[in-house]
């Protein structure tokens, strides 16, 4: 079946007509330039954004509402970075305070633009407490979207909830399934850990112990309910899926008092695993976690680098971050590694205006767009971005076509689809499109394994087998494009 693959045979049958583009990253720091009129500026963006909603609290560790400030948080942050002073990147200490708080692994003091998703998950175990109850909540989203962090965030709050109210707090146990050596060994983490306090035979399954344990009444009346954190729940997936099932079935058993929350990076496993589930009566609770938007990414890193005492970046080259990193994958983790990776930028390029006595560039200097156009340029460089910031317009035109065409959840379609697709893209841009023997022609060249087949070319059938977020870093940086996109 033809498909619009962008191969690595495909970019070496281009070799002889490859030219560059305006697409080309290596003009990324005019990004912010050449941007629509109607693009805000980051102070703007922040003021605007749905994610800086005035009843959350970014100030302290509560999950509920708070009085409004008196000042916007884009009105903090202009003040803070008209008051701080510029840093020093020749000063290790403080390259050093930088990247770790750009860090992945450094907590920051508050979680914002998860408020609603937190807020869910709180009050659901919220609710458990109060009623010892059991139940079960499954927690999903692409990469880098913050779950593993809100997950810890709440349970914390949970526990304190639990203490001011008169609770009793329940214990928690966290789970990581890359750490197991197989599946089924889940069930023995929990027992091994002593948080089922029944007397065990050294014969019995920990599967078996914890559904004879759930089945009969605790002889104990103060056994604490126990929250079960379940990370990387899509290793548990194996062919049967009966581990999967077992797990969220213990919430059914009779006396149980587990509150479990899986987490997944795939947004199908729900769709995949959640009618099994509700056949046995067991379906969890689902909160999905989106990509992070440009402001939200935005609002994210600015959060971050407010505990520092110095300015770091320029807001335009942050501004630049969010949005190349929205655009390709919304991934936060991804966004904090460019901006250490463009710091590093920053430090080469002082340490080399030292060594040659260049006055210039020291004591004095922040982040800027090129700095941090160098750092993208670095983390999402690959040979298939390469080819298509070299592919002549249309084909890039078509490659737009298909994406905005199989956006709707379709996974293939005949050429002649989107043919049409590629006409309406051209037509609302005002370029001349090509005929069709010349568009099939070039969706051959797109295909590197297109084989000839009988009966209309209309009807034949194609897909997309290019990732959606490498064609939209591309060629986002050409206005052009970017409005094709949308």
């Known amino acids: 079946m033809p498909s619009l693959a962008v191969s690595r045979s495909v970019e070496e049958s ?9 697409s080309n990253s290596t003009a990324a720091p005019e990004t912010p330039i050449s941007a629509p009129t109607k693009r805000k500026s980051p102070r703007r963006c922040l003021e605007s954004s749905p994610s800086s909603h005035p009843t959350v609290s970014t100030r302290n560790d509560s ?3 708070v009085s409004n400030s008196s000042k916007s948080l884009a009105e903090e942050l202009s003040e803070d970075f008209s008051k701080k002073l510029n840093w020093n990147p020749s000063d290790a200490s403080q390259v050093s305070a930088v990247k770790e708080a750009l860090h992945v692994s450094t907590s920051p003091p508050t979680i914002v633009c998860r408020e609603e998703e937190q807020r869910r998950v709180f009050d659901f175990c919220k609710a ?6 059991s139940g079960s909540l499954y927690v999903c989203g692409c990469p880098g979207t913050g779950k593993s962090l809100s997950m810890e965030k709440v349970s914390n709050q949970l526990i304190k909830w639990a203490r001011d109210g008169g609770f009793e707090p329940p214990e928690v146990l966290s789970i ?5 050596t197989s599946s089924s060994q889940i069930f023995g983490k929990i027992v091994d850990n002593g948080y089922v306090k029944v007397k065990t035979s050294g014969t019995i399954a920990p599967l078996q112990h914890l559904q004879n344990v759930y089945s009969q009444k605790q002889q104990s009346s103060s056994s604490k309910m126990l929250l079960i954190i379940v990370d990387e729940l899509d290793y548990l997936i194996t062919k049967d899926r009966a581990v999967l099932h077992d797990l969220f079935m213990l919430t059914t058993l009779p006396f149980s008092r587990c509150i479990l929350i899986g987490i997944a990076n795939a947004i199908d496993l729900a769709d995949r695993f959640l009618p099994k589930l509700q056949s046995l009566n067991c379906k969890p609770l689902v909160v999905t976690y989106r990509a992070y938007s440009k402001d939200q990414i935005l609002r994210i890193l600015q959060e971050r680098l407010m505990v520092l005492p110095h300015v770091v970046f320029h807001p335009q080259a942050l501004e630049l971050c969010a949005r190349k990193v929205a655009a390709a994958s919304g991934d936060m983790r991804k966004a904090l590694s460019v901006c250490r990776s463009a710091v590093e930028v920053l430090e080469a390029e002082v340490r080399d205006s030292t060594n040659n006595m260049d006055s210039d560039t020291q004591g004095n200097s922040v982040v800027k767009i090129d700095h941090m156009a160098a750092a993208l340029s670095k983390a999402f460089r690959t040979p298939v971005i390469d080819t298509i910031q070299s592919l002549p317009q249309h084909q890039q035109i078509i490659l737009c076509s298909a994406v905005k065409f199989f956006r709707g959840g379709k996974k293939d379609t005949i050429v002649g689809e989107l043919n049409k697709s590629y006409v309406e893209t051209c037509k609302s841009r005002m370029i001349p499109p090509v005929g ?3 568009f099939l022609s070039m969706c051959r060249v797109l295909n590197d394994q297109a084989r000839q087949s009988r009966g ?3 009807l034949k059938r194609v897909t997309l087998t290019v990732d959606e977020a490498d064609i939209n870093f591309a060629l986002q940086g050409v206005r052009f494009f970017r409005n094709c996109l949308q």
């Open 436 to 438: 069709i023997s010349e």
């Open 128 to 133: 458990c407490v109060e009623k010892e109850q």
């Open 63 to 65: 999950i509920g509402p």
């Open 14 to 22: 281009l070799t002889p007509q490859k030219r560059r583009l305006r």
């Open 456 to 458: 209309d070319d209309k």
């Open 176 to 180: 990581n399934c890359t750490a197991l």
